[in-house]
């Protein structure tokens, strides 16, 4: 109890607005021999690491509390190496932000927490050139040794850094089980620690309004909704049995579901039911607009998409746009989606082949069936052949080499987001398990066409066809390639000049 209550002392103190420089801390836990309470806040110096050298010295036993938006990269690395080999707890309590190098001091924990709706977010490392974030090897480097050092697995560091320098994966306890980072979650006591002179029982400092150059928590909570609304979407683009399981974690227990409270399996089941109607979809946020309430950490979001579902069974695509209302809640520390509900603005079908003539009428544009397959298995599944480039997705991998051919005769194409509008994906040989990356990720395809999907194929035909930009790069248009067992090769390219009437091979 007297630790537990020590933890209610951390969660108090840090009841603080961020300083523009990091503000560093120690003071002593009353009940504890040799114990303090370790607050670290603002942004993080080069200079702060000795700093906090300094201010731990006299402490053999510690619980770091963070509360930072980041900063320095090597700060954030000393820092952590100082707690882990100082045997220190480290902590972010509730409703508390704490994002780059502020995150990677924490990983230093020898036992890490993580409060109710905390918000601990992970990026590459970078470099800032002339106001732009780019990635640096240097430094991923050095961040990649720290994490060596701390013993986390390859996994987790795939996780830790897969976000672009502009953008942040958020750490939810689920993620942390999954990608083996072991992380406890903080409750605070009800009781309150006895006071003691000097002690950190007593009062916590005077709240001061955090910079308005720094998000506050609000700003956070926002930042999560729309990166959880994105991952929302693209879980919905994959196949039924990768999307599924993802729901099933997402949604709450009950849900308010298009108006009507709804039990969460009955909500599965009505999202199955739509998924085997149509089982190729895509959407694409047109736009969003985002209020969170800091106090219950719940989050709106409601907004207009433009989305497109396909069946090949059926020979048919729809698609057209709808408006949409989705309610997430962070006060378990992972989101849950609470309130779902849209309608329909505009809707269209067409015969899937029609797809393809729509964007270039007046040219002779590749067909499916001029890229006929030799054969289609129909044998027992192979076990997924992963490696060390794969194991990052071995589960979405794992999963789809499950599935029945739907690309080429023999093979799984199965794809996920890697962003905002952004799809990767590979192609898995269900008689040998090879998996073979598609070539480039694909982002912005409904740019193109509205009811054309990001990746177009079918199972009896070799030939694939991606929309929207490359790697994010230009030319914008529809990218004609036939797959030959082992790689992509290029056809042509249909480019994005408003009326689809020019065709143009472009490498």
Not at 20 to 45: F, H
Not at 481 to 506: C, M, N, P, Q
Request: net charge neutral.
């Amino acid at each position: 109890m007297r630790l537990a209550l020590a933890f209610l002392a951390c969660y108090c103190a840090l009841n603080y607005g961020m300083a523009r420089a990091a503000e560093i801390k120690a003071t002593p836990i009353s009940g504890l021999p040799d114990t303090a309470l370790i607050t670290v806040s603002g942004v993080l110096e080069s200079s702060d690491a000795e700093r906090f050298r300094a201010a731990v010295a006299m402490y053999p036993k510690a619980i770091v509390a963070f509360q930072s938006t980041g900063g320095s990269l090597i700060a954030g690395i000393d820092i952590g190496t100082q707690i882990r080999f100082r045997n220190y707890t480290a902590l972010v309590p509730s409703g508390t932000l704490c994002a780059s190098a502020c995150a990677t001091a924490w990983l230093g924990g020898t036992k890490r927490l993580m409060g109710s709706g905390a918000l601990i977010g992970f990026h590459a490392a970078y470099i800032d050139q002339n106001g732009q974030a780019t990635e640096t090897g240097v430094g991923n480097a050095l961040l990649g040794a720290y994490l060596n050092k701390l013993g986390l697995p390859d996994r987790a560091i795939v996780f830790i850094t897969q976000a672009h320098p502009n953008e942040l994966t958020w750490l939810t306890m689920a993620d942390a089980a999954r990608e083996g980072i072991d992380v406890a979650l903080f409750t605070v006591p009800t009781e309150a620690p006895s006071a003691a002179p000097g002690s950190i029982a007593g009062p916590a400092p005077p709240v001061s309004p955090a910079p308005s150059s720094l998000p506050s928590v609000t700003t956070s909570l926002e930042q999560r909704a729309s990166a959880s609304l994105t991952e929302l979407l693209s879980r919905l683009s994959q196949s039924t049995s990768l999307a599924l399981p993802y729901l099933s974690s997402v949604y709450a227990d009950e849900v308010m579901y298009y108006g009507k409270p709804t039990r969460k399996q009955e909500v599965l089941q009505d999202n199955m039911k739509y998924m085997d109607r149509w089982p190729e979809r895509t959407y694409g946020i047109i736009k969003d607009t985002v209020d969170c309430n800091s106090a219950d950490l719940t989050c709106l979001i409601n907004g207009q998409m433009r989305w497109s579902a396909r069946s090949t069974a059926r020979n048919i695509e729809a698609y057209g746009t709808s408006d949409f209302l989705y309610k997430f809640g962070f006060s378990s520390g992972s989101p849950q989606l609470l309130s779902q509900s849209s309608h329909v603005v505009t809707r269209s079908r067409r015969p899937i082949e029609a797809a393809i003539g729509a964007l270039a009428p007046s040219a002779s544009l590749p067909q499916y069936r001029d890229y006929p397959v030799a054969r289609t298995y129909h044998g027992a599944n192979a076990p997924v052949a992963l490696t060390k480039q794969t194991m990052q997705f071995q589960t979405r991998l794992r999963v789809a080499a499950k599935d029945e051919p739907n690309f080429a005769g023999n093979y799984v194409l199965e794809y996920w987001g890697c962003g905002t509008t952004c799809l990767m994906g590979a192609v898995i040989d269900v008689a040998t398990g090879e998996i073979t990356w598609l070539p480039f990720t694909i982002c912005c395809a409904m740019s193109v066409d509205p009811g054309f999907q990001a990746i177009n194929f079918k199972p009896n035909s070799r030939l694939v066809v991606f929309a929207g930009l490359r790697n994010e790069q230009q030319p914008m248009g529809a990218h004609f390639y036939w797959f030959d067992g082992r790689e992509f090769h290029f056809i042509t390219t249909v480019l994005d000049d408003g009326s689809f009437g020019k065709h143009s091979a472009t490498k």
